[in-house]
């Protein structure tokens, strides 16, 4: 079975640029997730996606970012324009089930914003 | 608002030597318990979850952690560590209630297992 893949791996862009980011989950998971980890501190939550809808978005930071997951299946993450405190690591999950509660988390995507 | 205090930023543990990594929460209602581990380079990995049951709960790689709901704790354990042990450790928590699945998550424990 495949696991959460995150693209890219790494993104290195200047302040005010735009940046994507790509979730593919799990083939069959309705729930998608995004976290991020900013240098050193805790693991936050962003959003969480059932199929294409969005179940909770209350730890999106600003509205300069901009979550989708269109047909419900691979999500994308935008940051327009891109802050020197948005650098970090952006994590996506999914879980097929919202009872047992466990989420497969995918490698990450670390953004430097410089 | 639900919480996760992981008070060691760094733990350091012989090989062989049993290990213990702590890991204390504040929630709202019956706690879902994890706890995720992340090596170098790579994404969180579960390790185990609480959810109902027996207070001891064995997970991967021959680790272990015990709910303890009178002190809020639920630190994860292992008899014996290994070198290839050393890595990031993460608890985390949501309400087992409805409404929000956010997990929330400590600030991550550096675990160093000395050769």
């Known amino acids: 079975e495949a696991g959460v893949t995150q693209f890219p791996s790494h993104s290195v862009i200047e302040k005010g640029q735009t940046v994507t980011l790509r979730c593919d989950p799990i083939?069959?998971?309705?729930?998608l997730y995004w976290y991020r980890r900013v240098m050193g501190k805790e693991i936050k939550f962003l959003l969480h996606f059932v199929k294409e809808s969005k179940q909770d978005e209350s730890g999106m930071p600003n509205n300069r970012f901009l979550a989708e997951r269109t047909g419900g299946t691979y999500s994308t993450l935008k940051v327009q324009p891109a802050e020197l405190e948005d650098s970090g690591v952006y994590f996506c999950?999914?879980?097929?089930?919202?009872?047992?509660?466990?989420?497969?988390f995918g490698q990450g995507t670390r953004l430097t914003v410089v | 608002a639900q919480s996760v205090a992981q008070p060691e930023d760094q733990v350091n543990v012989a090989e062989g030597n049993p290990l213990t990594v702590k890991c204390t929460y504040s929630v709202s209602g019956n706690p879902y318990l994890f706890w995720y581990v992340q090596y170098p380079n790579r994404g969180l990995q579960f390790l185990l979850k609480?959810?109902?049951?027996?207070?001891l709960v064995k997970g991967s790689y021959g680790f272990e952690a015990e709910f303890n709901k009178s002190q809020t704790s639920f630190h994860l354990k292992k008899p014996s560590a290994l070198v290839s042990d050393s890595a990031l450790y993460f608890c985390a928590v949501r309400t087992s209630g409805a409404g929000s699945y956010q997990l929330t998550f400590g600030k991550g424990t550096k675990l160093s297992v000395i050769p």
């Open positions: 083939s069959g998971h309705d729930n």
């Open positions: 999950a999914s879980s097929l089930s919202l009872a047992t509660g466990r989420a497969f």
């Open positions: 609480y959810i109902t049951g027996d207070n």
